[in-house]
């Protein structure tokens, strides 16, 4: 069976940047679109970056658009989320998820797996 994992969250001031890494085991990955989510408590599942099986389409959420960066090594399966100027708002537990079919959708509902969640709490 797949499994996700997420690391890489933590504590930084706003301005500051972090990299999130996902560790996708148990299936080949590669043919998977992924992408990353975040949520807050109270709060439902908010897209975040999204980059298809080819690694070459990408979409991100209009709050991040021109700070955060998605990448994918399908060689090591493996998935990257760079996250620059990061702003209080920001702050939340990010999830890392896998569609079967390959897209990059931004809607929580196609994809298939996710992994347990990292938190990124960014100080003002």
């Known amino acids: 069976q797949g499994q996700l994992v997420e690391s890489g969250g933590g504590l930084v001031q706003a301005g500051g940047s972090l990299r999130l890494s996902c560790a996708a085991s148990?299936?080949?990955?590669?043919?998977?679109?992924m992408a990353w989510f975040r949520q807050t408590p109270g709060a439902e599942r908010e897209f975040v970056a999204a980059?298809?099986?080819?690694?070459?389409?990408?979409r991100y959420g209009d709050p991040v658009k021109g700070r955060f960066t998605i990448s994918r090594d399908v060689d090591k399966n493996m998935v990257y989320l760079q996250m620059n100027s990061l702003k209080p708002e920001d702050t939340a537990v990010y999830y890392c998820?896998?569609?079967?079919?390959?897209?990059?959708?931004?809607?929580?509902?196609?994809?298939?797996?996710w992994g347990q969640g990292t938190q990124v709490s960014v100080s003002s």
């Open positions: 998820a896998a569609d079967e079919a390959g897209r990059n959708w931004p809607s929580a509902f196609e994809y298939d797996y």
């Open positions: 148990g299936h080949s990955f590669g043919m998977y679109g």
């Open positions: 980059i298809a099986r080819g690694g070459t389409e990408k």
